[in-house]
């Protein structure tokens, strides 16, 4: 079993009495969904990076659209509340399998810290081949939060997110970013995190977690 795997199970907080007093988060837990999932969700991240990339001529794009609308009318029955689509909880794939985070494997995971690494795609262009600014603080936020759950603190909302650009962040190359707890005060919990281009520091940050009281939103 991968470390990943073996330590993913703290984010449903089985075992943990402390998980429990949170805020009113349904509880997440891991799953395995057929495999028809993971080419679903590549399937839309494709369509994500066209829709951002084409100029396809007017008869093109009616046929999309038709297509798009047909779409959504098949899925639009399927809505489920949150916490039980697989979008978000599938830990095995690329941004556990939802569209809204970048697509970032998780290579460890555990109370020493977390690492993913990945790409950023043509959908997160910003200009002149550099991802946009504002996907950096999306990345570095989810990674805080998985970082909470590693360390076996309770769920927690993000108090500030502080984001030091050091280099352009380029699409369509392989980079890491990788985090851990400095300190903990009570209910805060003090994060830093760094993205890295092989040796190259693209950009890092500094978070703080607040953990939720019993029933806050």
Sequence with gaps: MSEQAADV?????????EYEHHGGFPKYEPVTPGPDWARFVEGMRTLQDLAVSVDAPDDVLTQAADQVEKLAELL???????????????IELPGRGSLLMPPWNIEKFGPEGVRSAG???????GGNGAAHGGTLPLL???LMGMIVHAYGRPISR?????????????LDTHLTVEGSVDRVEGRKTFITARLMQDDTLLADCEALMLQLLPGQP
């Design 140 to 142: 570095f936020d989810d």
């Design 76 to 90: 639009g029955p399927h809505v489920v509340p949150e916490g039980r689509s697989p979008a978000g909880r599938t």
């Design 119 to 125: 790409m950023f795609r043509r959908y997160h262009l």
């Design 158 to 170: 993000t108090a500030y997110l502080h984001v030091n650009y050091r280099a352009i962040t380029p």
């Design 9 to 17: 199970t703290r984010l449903d907080g089985k075992g943990d009495d």
